[in-house]
């Protein structure tokens, strides 16, 4: 029977204890008189059954009761205080928003699984030239063919090649990114058409018919979503090439900016060359194999390739990456610290919440002295406080999640493209979990502090609501304000570090001169266009007309502008030295027509320009930048010297600047310029000057019909695209930098009106607290003077507080972002002085207002009113 | 925790919980303690219903709360009292939101009698 009391005892724990200290009693009570009622263990058992039974519904409806209550008596509380609730609720969104919105990038590049099946065995398999710098390189395709043909680790394995067509025969003659990818890349990769068919090996057959996949986004521009477009055909590069399939709008690879996909085809001739880094290759490992065990046949097999091709293969290994979690280290980073700052931001919207329920409990101390009195016990008062909280948390969380979803889509610029991520990152269900979560959380976290303290036990009538809670409190609120102070601090000290970062990056020489200068793409479809006899005319008259035009001082043309075209790089060999395969130095390789180092504004230090004379029938001969000479022979003058290069040897006949050909923040290989016209017919196709540069004394903008006009004169069928500035491509390279110096400065904005709120929040109610002592001090004798800078003094004293802990704080986290920052130390003074003298600024911003009060309070009064 | 000032109209707590009216009307003939309404809702119904604790507790503090019922201020003589127990009353209001839903069964009854649904009177 004992024990049957007690089993009863503990279901009536499922009541919330209100309603237990009320029935329980006598609950228990019919139910022990039941339990003796009933005949037998059968019965007892079924007894006991039923009380669960009833136990459970109830309990739960008698829970919902409460919170019905609640949530009512809530609502009227905050409806009576209108100004509190909705600078509770605008504190909650901001903090909640800003968290959403971060994590909702962070999800997608970081935490998300790839969106393809079993995303970990997925790898891409580079060559390993360590000895020059390179662990990642490209693979050639003779390299690509003997690792397919000898590995037995991969299910499959398949090989990339981005590039840009041009698409005639739907509409207008466009330029358009292609994913050149051998039959087995999709398939690998676990990818399905939309509509139609993928890649069979019959389309990568050297001669077969040429097909195309569409990438949604061209689908729809380019073919209006017509399904028909099914067996259309269209003309790429001057092939004529179907339409076979079109993918899902979420499938994007190997980048985002790819808009179609054809099958990349060999022929013998592209096996001969084994240093054509050229390949991007993937490969899905067997099941049961791990990456190590790939590795270790891989380096077998790099040692068996490098024994059998000494020269080309020299010390050259294999380097595989998974393809899953393979976000660059900087994207990762700056991520993390995104996030970082949203939590930051999202702990001073909690401590600010806190701070102000906290205010409001202290004030509405007498009501619940009052309620507890009336019988209302401790648990019942605290789930009506944190239903309040709770209800606060989730309007602003819905608010927040409002904002963020405006806000992610501008987030999408930190995404790099590199990454096979499609789509625009957006608020979906997974983030409203996260948000939901986070709210609950936040509103549990603001909430739990106040209503403790609110009702902190049976003292509450007892104490003076003026004196003891009011100061606890008063502690209470001046901790959460360093708090605030301390992560606005760290939170402007990290995002003025990234704003130095881009101020000097801006302050960096590209190496050319931006003023003036238009740029455009006109991409010469091969094979037609193989031949020198049938390339150079087109130069020749599109540069002769272009420089025609009045106003224009320059005009040339080259194989790639810098910062567009990251690639295209060679080792060097030096006459007398170690061969070319194993030179440890390289290069970037780009042909150049005469007039185009004038157009960029590349200042020539030694020797001569590259000239019309330089043709096929004189020697060999090369344009090389500073650094090129410098490193190559010390101290010598470079002029007339020799090196192996891109298949010849070539004499040095003028030294121009330095450009930074990767851009602005990474250090660049040595530049060589070789004439256009020693090309040759057949070779290297790929690197035919494609980017025309046109210098102008009038604005560039205006040159552009006259220019289409000329191209479209010299060939109709050659598309005119990426009409640029200069200046643009400048701007474009460092425009991620300033995405992320937007989104901290953003962060740190908020948190500074935030803390600036809460240091407000706090000396308004510390003044209204001790009106009665700035009335005495009044009354004797104290000047408006000393009552002021008593306010502000408390208000800059807990900002000193926090500017030293955020100084910390902010420096820990410079050093955390060193790889981020560029041209400045994680521990710049003028930085952290900066961020120091904003947050006292702000500290004393906001003690004003109290401070005015204290000023203009009436000592009578404020004596009289205790 | 109960603000309303005037007490609200019988409708509008209509239509009454099985259970609520069961309490309200072993409540009308006297004051009665948890367990007694429990017994006296079975001798009612010849056994038919049996009122569970979990009913009838949560049945009865909704019903405090809507002002059906209150509790006893006065004890009966002390030999007869149980300490745990609590005697409740129907209120004015409790009686007159009995009426309205007898009123509104009975009304029920008779539309589904023109239906063909119910028994005519005996």
């Keep these: ?866 | 925790m109960h603000e309303e000032n005037a007490p609200p109209a019988p409708e509008t707590l209509l239509p009454l919980p099985e259970a609520a009216l069961y309490i309200l009307m072993s409540l009308s003939d006297e004051d009665r303690h948890g367990y007694a309404v429990i017994q006296d809702v079975a001798a009612r119904t010849r056994g038919e219903v049996r009122l569970s604790p979990g009913t009838l507790y949560r049945s009865i503090q909704r019903m405090l709360e809507q002002g059906l019922i209150v509790e006893k201020r006065e004890r009966p003589a002390p030999e007869e009292d149980d300490e745990r127990r609590r005697y409740y009353r129907i209120t004015p209001l409790g009686t007159a939101v009995a009426r309205a839903e007898a009123r509104r069964l009975a009304e029920l009854v008779r539309l589904a009698r023109a239906s063909g649904l119910a028994p005519q009177k005996a």
């Design chain 1, 1 to 866: 029977m004992l024990h049957s009391n007690s089993f009863y005892r503990l279901l009536l724990r499922l009541y919330p204890s209100s309603f237990r200290s009320e029935y329980g009693a006598e609950m228990l009570a019919i139910f022990a008189a039941s339990m003796e009622a009933a005949r037998g263990r059968v019965g007892r058992v079924a007894l006991a059954l039923r009380a669960v039974a009833d136990v459970a519904p109830n309990a739960l409806r008698a829970h919902l009761d409460v919170l019905r209550q609640d949530v009512r008596y809530s609502a009227r509380a905050l409806r009576r205080s209108p100004g509190f609730a909705a600078t509770a609720i605008a504190v909650a969104a901001l903090g909640i928003g800003a968290t959403t919105a971060a994590y909702s990038v962070l999800d997608r590049v970081l935490l998300r699984p790839l969106p393809f099946p079993e995303p970990q065995r997925l790898v891409r398999v580079w060559e390993d030239q360590t000895f020059r710098g390179y662990r990642e390189l490209e693979v050639s395709p003779p390299n690509y063919r003997d690792y397919k043909a000898m590995s037995r680790s991969f299910g499959a394995m398949g090989a990339v090649m981005s590039v840009s067509l041009n698409l005639t025969g739907a509409g207008e003659p466009r330029r358009i990114d292609v994913s050149g990818v051998t039959s087995e890349v999709l398939d690998l990769l676990g990818a399905r058409p939309a509509l139609g068919r993928l890649f069979s090996t019959t389309d990568d057959r050297d001669g077969a018919p040429g097909t195309l996949v569409l990438s949604h986004a061209l689908w729809m521009s380019r073919f209006g979503g017509d399904p028909s477009v099914l067996g259309k055909s269209v003309r790429l590069n001057d092939e004529p090439t179907t339409v076979i399939g079109v993918m899902p709008p979420e499938f994007s690879f190997p980048k985002r900016t790819v808009e179609a996909w054809a099958p990349m085809r060999f022929s013998e001739s592209d096996f001969q060359e084994r240093t054509n880094f050229s390949l991007q290759v993937y490969a899905r490992l067997r099941p049961g194999v791990s990456l190590d065990a790939a590795r270790a046949e891989m380096n077998g097999i790099a040692a068996r390739l490098e024994r059998a091709y000494p020269k080309d293969n020299a010390k050259t290994g294999v380097t595989l990456t998974p393809l899953q979690g393979n976000v660059p280290a900087q994207s990762r980073l700056l991520l993390t610290a995104l996030f970082a700052a949203a939590l930051g931001l999202l702990l001073i919207a909690c401590t600010n919440l806190a701070s102000l329920l906290l205010a409001r409990a202290v004030a509405r101390r007498s009501e619940f002295a009052v309620r507890a009195a009336l019988g209302a016990g401790r648990e019942r008062l605290l789930r009506q406080l944190l239903t309040e909280s709770l209800l606060l948390a989730f309007a602003g969380g819905a608010l927040g999640v409002a904002l963020a979803a405006v806000a992610v889509p501008l987030a999408g610029r930190l995404i790099p493209e590199s990454l096979p991520v499609g789509g625009q990152p957006g608020v979906d269900l997974h983030v409203l979990l996260f948000a939901g979560a986070l709210t609950a959380l936040t509103g549990l976290a603001f909430g739990v502090v106040p209503a403790l303290r609110a009702c902190g036990g049976s003292e509450g009538l007892r104490e003076s609501v003026r004196s003891g809670a009011g100061r606890s409190a008063g502690r209470m609120r001046a901790a959460f304000v360093v708090a605030q102070v301390t992560a606005s601090v760290a939170l402007l000290g990290a995002c003025g570090l990234l704003v130095r970062t881009l101020w000097s990056l801006q302050k960096v020489d590209p190496g050319f001169r931006t003023e003036g200068v238009l740029t455009l793409g006109t991409d010469l479809p091969m094979p037609r266009y193989l031949k020198g006899a049938v390339r150079d005319p087109f130069y020749d008259r599109v540069l002769s007309e272009a420089r025609a035009i009045p106003g224009v001082t320059a005009a040339g043309y080259i194989s790639f502008l810098p910062m567009t075209m990251r690639g295209g790089i060679w080792p060097i060999g030096l006459a007398g030295k170690a061969s070319e395969a194993e030179s440890s130095r390289t290069a970037s390789l780009r042909f150049a027509t005469p007039g185009l180092f004038e157009a960029l504004g590349v200042p020539l230090r030694a020797g001569r320009l590259l000239a019309d004379g330089d043709t096929l029938a004189s020697p060999y001969v090369a344009v090389v930048s500073e650094s090129f000479g410098r490193e190559a022979w010390p101290g010598e003058n470079p002029i007339g010297k020799h090196f192996f290069f891109a298949f010849e040897e070539r004499t040095i006949v003028g030294v121009v600047g330095d450009v930074r050909v990767r851009g602005l923040e990474r250090r660049s290989e040595p530049q060589v310029y070789l004439p256009h016209r020693q090309m040759g017919d057949d070779r290297l196709p790929w690197f035919a000057p494609k980017h025309l540069v046109v210098r102008a004394s009038v604005a560039p903008a205006t040159l552009v019909p006259a220019l289409r006009d000329i191209i479209q004169r010299a060939d109709p069928q050659i598309p005119v695209s990426d009409v640029r500035m200069l200046s643009e491509i400048v701007h474009e390279d460092i425009a991620p930098r300033r995405a992320q110096a937007r989104a901290l400065a953003a962060f740190a904005g908020a948190a500074l009106i935030l803390a600036g709120i809460g240091i407000h929040g706090l000396l308004a109610f510390s003044v209204s607290q001790r009106e009665r002592e700035i009335g005495v001090r009044v009354a004797l004798g104290a000047q408006p003077r000393d009552i002021l800078s008593m306010v502000v003094q408390h208000g800059v004293r807990l900002a000193a507080a926090g500017v030293v802990l955020g100084g910390l704080l902010a420096y820990g986290a410079g050093r955390a972002m060193t790889s981020l920052l560029v041209g400045i130390s994680p521990a710049d003074p003028a930085t952290f002085a900066t961020a120091a003298g904003i947050a006292v600024a702000m500290a004393v911003a906001g003690s004003l207002l109290p401070a005015r009060r204290a000023v203009t309070l009436d000592p009578v009064r404020a004596i009289r009113a205790e």
